[in-house]
């Protein structure tokens, strides 16, 4: 998907910096559709894994998984995010919960085509690594990051 494809895709211009406001999205993912938005008065963490169904990355989930309770409490939410389909997420969500008996409780948003979700905030990973955005709550009306 690309932006002329997909009137909802940001346009890249520019690397973020800090204090800028995140592009709205919305976005396919595990707990059905949703947008940057509906996290709205709240902090969010968003991060990239490069692929479901790998022991480094399974790891990393399980380690959200066991804080977002503790997150959630600090009024912030996690919203996890891969080049996988949304059919590729759930099986490896319920693959965790069944061998590793740990539930992942916060959205996975599925890019597979590499352009939806990704065609902003690519710009900020490298070599599609592990990478985290902190969005902060509103303040003065302004979204900050």
Not at 12 to 31: E, K, N, Y
Not at 84 to 90: F, G, L, N, T
Request: proline fraction near 7%.
């Amino acid at each position: 998907m690309d932006a002329v494809a997909n009137p909802q895709v940001p346009t890249v211009t520019s690397l973020p910096r800090i204090g800028d406001p995140a592009p709205q999205f919305t976005a396919d993912t595990t707990f059905g559709t949703l947008k940057l938005e509906d996290f709205r008065g709240s902090w969010l963490i968003l991060f990239s894994h490069p692929a479901d169904f790998t022991n480094v990355c399974t790891t990393e989930f399980i380690g959200f998984a066991e804080i977002h309770p503790q997150l959630r409490e600090l009024n912030c939410e996690l919203m996890g995010l891969s080049v996988d389909s949304v059919y590729s997420h759930i099986a490896w969500v319920r693959n965790i919960k069944e061998k590793m008996g740990v539930e992942i409780t916060f959205p996975v948003i599925a890019d597979w085509s590499g352009g939806h979700t990704f065609a902003f905030y690519a710009a900020m990973m490298v070599l599609q690594l592990l990478w985290v955005l902190f969005v902060m709550p509103e303040t003065k009306g302004v979204p900050r990051e």
